[in-house]
């Protein structure tokens, strides 16, 4: 026990006294919070829009008039031709047009159904599919309106049956807020980079500048060092993961509806993963370069399979299969679940078993790998 | 005399390659063991297989009475050791170093203190005890390492090539230090390619290839192979053994 509180008196005496690190752990977490988490937010509350109406009925204006009042959408010109809008989109002037075919009102007013036309840029899926949510979600209000306009004007008359819209409303993220999907994800993000990949550095550094050589000829026991090693990545983990949390919830006005000690109990669970993981890399490299490119490698593997970027079920089946051996997947989504639906315990269950039971095993596996001897 | 170190056809191959060729060797309690060979002889792996860094291949050994195969946490209690690159937190300062040590081995925090005391007066490193380790001149890390490696009381320890790159004003210096610690009764282990610090050994042991190919005391050697320093002794040995080869 003694011994191990020596080394972890070491590395915190050591990380606070090495600036990148302290700028990794503390500084740099904030930034990339700040811009991922504005940029993202910014990016779709204004998307740039272009009209064109063929119709120039009342009913059209009234249409265009619930797009103009919505600071989700920015009115950015008025095209006559869809040749028009396709330069627009190929300029980058606008992201998104709205074209109201001829006749829309007089053929709404019959009670047929005529289609508003939405062009999106596809380019940035994520904003291109959450704009078209929106727009999608005012025509709907307005098609509703009309249809209870004409029940009121004839009671009489018997209601088409396919005229019934069905609603799919979103329960929980109510305003689809974006930054309330993406800062759990940041979250999950930042803190398996300082577990993993300062825990693969830290261990890799001692191998590089021989001190772990002299580690091994003392009588620490290997659970020791191991010990000794990642449970200051631990902590930090956890100084970070509150460090954000203050930081969502008076920047980005998020507060987690979940329990916070539920969160921080399935963290450590977590962490067994990015921690062993840490150590693993620590056994196959011998150098910090080598500790930092490896690191990456898993990083961005681990990052595009778990859902942060692209939801897992927008991806090609085989695909879809090898996230599931991915354990950041499971704290993505266990992450969004707290923080969005206040999800508890037993609600989480399918994903926290495999996400501790494959932690537990990269943690056992590279725990074993790492001997207290070279070669 | 006590036996500190044996070994019995020690061997260490590595893939086809074999560093250490069928050692055998006795040093006793209390001896300056001064262990030569050009770079690549093999002086580092069988000093990494007598501290427990590296398993043998073949033969057998004991350190301090205890087996290299089963035994080695049990040698690593009872041996200090400073290896052949500079080891120690640069970023750590002096006394923190060796306060960090003191823990590792388990000492009491009173005894850390007492130890830390008695090893800056030992190696002379009061003045700098404050200092961070980076910024002490090579020759003062050299001294610093040693006290580390002494800090638990080890009755053997191993140094490995301890004076290398430092001055030879510096490195006369540390082979007094090398004196006063034998003078408390340890045995000392000590590699290097310096023809002129083999005089100053009890005994030396001559490595070429893998293979010990003289071992005994230095005015003994020069005697029997008729030179008049250690320099001429290897030399000589070295041709001998690459015509045999
Ligand atoms: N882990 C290893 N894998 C493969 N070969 C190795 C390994 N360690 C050492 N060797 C080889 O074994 C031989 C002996 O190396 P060793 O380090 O023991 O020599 P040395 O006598 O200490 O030399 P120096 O004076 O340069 O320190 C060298 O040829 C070296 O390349
Ligand atoms: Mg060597």
Known sequence: MQQILYLMWKEFKQVFRTREMLSIIFVAPMIQMLVLGFAISTEVKNVSLIITDFDRSSTSREILRAFEHTDRFRIVGYESSYRGIDNAIHRWHAQMAIVIPPNFGRDLQRGLQPEVLLIVDGLDGNTAGVALGYATGILRQFGQMVLRQRMLARPDAAIPVHQVVAEDRMWYNLDLQPEQYMIPGIVVLLITIISMLLSAMSMVREKEIGTMEQLMVTPLKRYQIILGKILPFLILAFVELGIVLVVAQFIFSIRIVGSYALLAGLAFLYLFATLGLGIFISTITQTQQQAMFVSWFFLIFMILMSGFFIPIENMPPLLQKITYINPMRYFMYIMREIFQKGSTFPFLLKDLVPMTVFGLLIFTFSVLKFQKRLA | ?245
């Not at chain 2, 209390?30 to 590296?54: Q, V, W």
């Not at chain 2, 003191?102 to 490193?125: C, M, N, P, S």
Request: glycine share 10%; charged share 20%.
């Open chain 2, 1 to 245: 005399m006590n036996i500190s170190v044996q070994t019995r056809n020690l061997t260490r191959r590595f893939g086809r390659f074999t560093a250490v060729d069928r050692v055998t060797l006795d040093v006793y309690e209390g001896e300056i063991f001064g262990f030569l060979g050009a770079n690549g002889a093999g002086k580092t792996t069988l000093i990494r297989m007598l501290t427990g860094l590296l398993k043998p291949t073949e033969g057998e050994a004991q350190v301090a009475g205890f087996d290299v195969w089963g035994q080695s946490e049990a040698i690593k209690r009872r041996i200090g050791y400073m290896s052949q690159r500079f080891s120690l937190y640069e970023d750590l300062t002096a006394e923190e170093n060796l306060t960090f040590y003191g823990g590792i081995y388990g000492l009491r925090r009173d005894q850390i203190e007492q130890r830390k005391a008695i090893l800056f007066e030992h190696v002379g490193l009061q003045p700098f005890a404050g200092q961070m380790t980076r910024d002490l001149p090579l020759g003062f890390k050299q001294r610093l390492a040693l006290a580390c490696a002494l800090l638990h009381d080890p009755p053997i320890v191993f140094l490995d090539e301890p004076t290398s790159g430092v001055d030879p004003k510096a490195r006369r210096s540390f082979w007094n230090l090398i004196y006063q610690t034998a003078q408390l009764g340890k045995t000392l282990f000590v590699t290097t390619h310096f023809m002129d610090e083999a005089e100053y050994c009890h005994r030396v042991g001559i490595m070429h290839m893998g293979r010990m190919i003289a071992v005994g005391p230095p005015g003994q050697l020069k005697r029997q192979y008729d030179k008049s320093t250690m320099q001429e002794v290897f030399i000589a040995l070295h041709q001998s053994s690459e015509e045999a080869a």
